[in-house]
């Protein structure tokens, strides 16, 4: 079976420098550079997802944006990054992940720049969504790079568990650190601070980075990349235009439709097609399949839990920005001890058991949340979700390590795609699908209830699917 060809930095054809080995659980000066670098940006793409939140009130009175298109400056970088996922680890696999890599970090730092610099909404949403196009093509081949870069074992587990801590955290830092920017120096900081971030990591990423790619160069799948992108546009689209307008309105109705279809049309072209955009043995793979089912829940039903308790902390128990702050603070420092800690659970325990049993305790510290009050809550809140957090760390680096076991190297941005294709998905649907419900109900106290239920049995009930979909061992078909 033919692998990658890993090349130095300056020529392809060249031989890599050496990279770990699957002998030596220790990671070498140089690798824990390429590791930084491959963090540092998953990291300003989490960041680029809640950053903006807080300031979207300020922002929409500065720039003229209406309170009913503020979802826009969301939704327009929601489309693309979840939209062109697998297209864009395809690409990669066969033309250069490490270039298609730089390519998507230029264009992320250079469209945070037009986004901080915008004189009015059209500007804005070009920059917001030219953001998108770069995290598409950052972090699948980012993540296939790092998957390509340590081998299966510890050393993968360990890199792993350092990006899921990031991407986690950068979620959660963006939330706090978007209200103190938006404060201090007004919404625009939060675009600039992409585009800096973006500026620091560039010029490392030649230096360090090995070119990896197929070393066959099959033709690439068109019908496939058009229907699989265009299904997955429509149905991000829909779901997150439900939130505004319900799933009544027709619009929403008929893309929703319409990305079904097209993803069903993907699946008959795949079938097919010579050189598929995705493999169908691969979809079923159970390590692939199960595994991405328990990232796709856990990463929309956390979103939602979020959410929720964010509007119930400030609306029913009244705390002010900084003080819910605090609270998703306290979340993410343990999120970063429970990323550290997980790659030792997944050594001892396994991947499948570190999934399943990290999706059983998601799902059970969820239902704890039930007993907030409308007096008090605030200290079961913090306590329950930041346990639920650290559980959820575990289920993202033990499905990684799942998903991306046993591929062989010139589909390991397929794989990867897969995954960061869940991730995004996931971190898009969750809020549309249940966090209205927290919003429309009698009271928003009751509302939060009902949609915390809901997302507790969600998370169970994946747990036990898992458990019994997934092979005894991680790389079992």
């Not at 927290?438 to 898992?466: E, F, K, M, P």
Request: with cysteine; charged share 10%; hydrophobic share 50%.
């Amino acid at each position: 079976m033919p692998t990658d060809t890993l090349a130095s930095p300056s020529a392809v054809q060249r031989t890599a420098s050496p990279t770990p080995t699957p002998s030596s659980d220790a990671l070498t000066g140089r690798a824990r550079l390429i590791l930084l670098v491959l963090c540092a940006a998953q990291f300003m793409v989490a960041l680029d997802f809640s950053v903006l939140n807080v300031a979207l009130p300020v922002l929409g009175a500065d720039l003229g944006l209406s309170p009913a298109a503020l979802q826009w400056a969301v939704t327009a970088f929601a489309l693309p990054s979840g939209g062109f996922l697998l297209l864009s680890g395809r690409i990669g696999d066969l033309y250069g992940r490490r270039k298609l890599f730089l390519a998507g970090l230029a264009l992320f730092g250079a469209a945070s720049l037009l986004a901080t610099l915008a004189w009015n909404p059209a500007v804005f949403l070009t920059g917001r969504a030219l953001q998108g196009i770069g995290a598409a093509a950052i972090v699948p081949t980012g993540m296939s790079l790092l998957t390509t870069t340590f081998p299966e074992g510890p050393q993968r587990a360990r890199a792993l568990g350092i990006s899921g801590t990031l991407l986690s955290l950068g979620f959660t830092i963006g939330m706090v650190l978007g209200g103190i920017l938006t404060d201090t120096l007004g919404w625009r900081s939060t675009m600039g601070l992409l585009a800096l971030f973006s500026a620091l990591v560039l010029p490392l990423a030649p230096r360090l980075l090995p070119e990896s790619r197929t070393p066959e160069r099959p033709r690439l799948d068109v019908p496939g990349a058009v229907t699989v992108t265009g299904g997955l546009l429509a149905l991000i689209y829909a779901l997150s235009t439900a939130a505004e307008r319900g799933f009544g309105d027709a619009d929403v109705l008929v893309t929703l439709v319409l990305g079904v279809v097209l993803l069903v049309v993907f699946g008959i072209v795949e079938s097919r097609h010579p050189a598929p955009l995705v493999s169908l043995p691969m979809l079923r793979r159970r390590t692939v399949a199960f595994g991405n089912l328990g990232g796709l829940v856990t990463f929309s039903m956390m979103s939602v839990v979020v959410f929720s308790l964010t509007l119930y902390l400030q609306e029913t128990l009244g705390l002010s920005s900084f003080r819910t702050g605090l609270v998703f603070g306290v979340q993410g420092i343990l999120s970063v001890l429970a990323g550290s800690l997980a790659s030792r659970v997944i050594a001892r325990l396994g991947a499948r058991r570190t999934l399943v049993l990290g999706l059983a305790g998601q799902g059970l510290l969820t239902a704890a949340l039930l007993g907030i009050g409308t007096g008090s809550g605030a200290v079961l809140a913090t306590v329950a979700v930041s346990l639920a957090s650290m559980c959820h760390l575990a289920v993202i680096i033990s499905y990684g390590v799942t998903v991306t076991s046993g591929v062989p190297h010139e589909e390991q941005g397929l794989a990867t795609g897969l995954v960061t294709t869940t991730q995004q998905v996931g971190m898009t649907i969750g809020i549309p699908l249940l966090g209205v419900l927290a919003t429309t109900g009698d009271t928003l106290y009751g509302g939060v209830r009902t949609v915390l239920a809901i997302a507790a049995v969600i998370v169970l009930a994946a747990a036990a699917l898992v458990a019994a979909g997934l092979p005894r061992t991680a790389t079992a078909e």
